[in-house]
């Protein structure tokens, strides 16, 4: 009758080819609770294997979408660059909406990818030391990512908001809302600050109501990514290891930010307002025609 060691379930767990072993080890005269004990060592072999998959997979997924993230970083700040300059153009705006859309969903994916890194178990010791490292180190170069990711977001939209408002502007002139049977209820536009007075650009004039509302949407649109980037924003940094003093700030962050919001929305919905005056004010010229 053989006897069940710690050799023979080092032969099976450490072998290229575990599932042979072990049949040949169950060919020996062994006892149920020695084929148990195979089964067992077989078991953790397996999961042991997956785990290192699993582990290799979501490190390989998490690189490359950090890797994405940072090169659209690097695009959208070009293209918040060129917002309000004779470089801008509608071509221009569909692809800084685009990618910020685009960006987003990449986010989500990588916190999903994050967590799941956080929750993988890892049977070695050297793979411990390097889940360590990689869920300490990952989450904090993200971090750094993101922030630069939200930085270019705020300007593009703040410089999207002030041309909106000089397309505006522009529009309520051409069609002589002064002149207006609402003239009384309209309110004035806001005054820009000296260094808001830009040269009209040819995307904001000759926009009609249409094209205003659209840009209105986007900038909404653009309003509620930034809050949701930083509610991703907020996740990850719940996984980094240092917790106390990066939390304090984010929360910080995202409390700015959603005041940002806010005021924006209450503008937008100003907005909206002179967009119902300007209707009506134009409903007497159809008439006359």
């Not at 450490?14 to 042979?20: K, R």
């Not at 078991?43 to 940072?70: E, G, P, V």
């Not at 995307?203 to 509620?224: G, K």
């Amino acid at each position: 009758m053989s006897h069940w060691t710690k050799k023979d379930t080092k032969q099976i767990i450490f072998s290229p080819d575990y599932i042979t072993t072990a049949r040949k080890l169950r060919m020996n005269d062994t006892t149920d609770d020695e084929l148990i004990k195979i089964d067992d060592c077989i078991d953790t072999w397996s999961s042991r294997m997956a785990s290192a998959s699993d582990f290799q997979r979501l490190h390989n997924a998490i690189s490359t979408n950090l890797t994405k993230i940072s090169n659209n970083a690097t695009d959208l700040e070009r293209l918040v660059q060129k917002l309000g300059t004779p470089e801008d153009s509608e071509q221009l705006r569909d692809r800084y909406h685009r990618l910020q859309n685009e960006t987003k969903t990449l986010m989500q994916q990588t916190n999903d990818a994050l967590q799941e890194l956080n929750n993988t178990r890892v049977l070695t010791e050297a793979d411990q030391r390097r889940k360590k490292t990689l869920t300490e180190n990952l989450p904090k170069q993200y971090l750094a990512t993101l922030n630069r990711f939200q930085e270019a977001q705020r300007l593009g939209a703040r410089k999207e908001k002030e041309s909106l408002d000089r397309a505006r502007a522009i529009s309520f002139r051409q069609q002589g809302i002064s002149d207006s049977p609402f003239a009384d209820n309209f309110v004035p536009m806001p005054t820009y600050d000296p260094l808001q007075q830009q040269a009209v650009l040819p995307i904001e004039q000759e926009v009609d109501m249409r094209a205003l509302r659209e840009r209105d949407e986007q900038l909404r649109e653009l309003e509620t990514n930034i809050v949701e980037v930083n509610e991703l924003f907020k996740d990850v940094a719940k996984l980094v290891h240092e917790q106390g003093g990066v939390i304090d700030s984010i929360q910080d962050h995202v409390q700015v930010s959603v005041e940002q919001t806010h005021r924006a929305t209450q503008e937008i919905g100003q907005a909206q307002t002179y967009q119902v005056l300007f209707s009506f004010s134009s409903l007497p010229l159809l008439l006359i025609r």
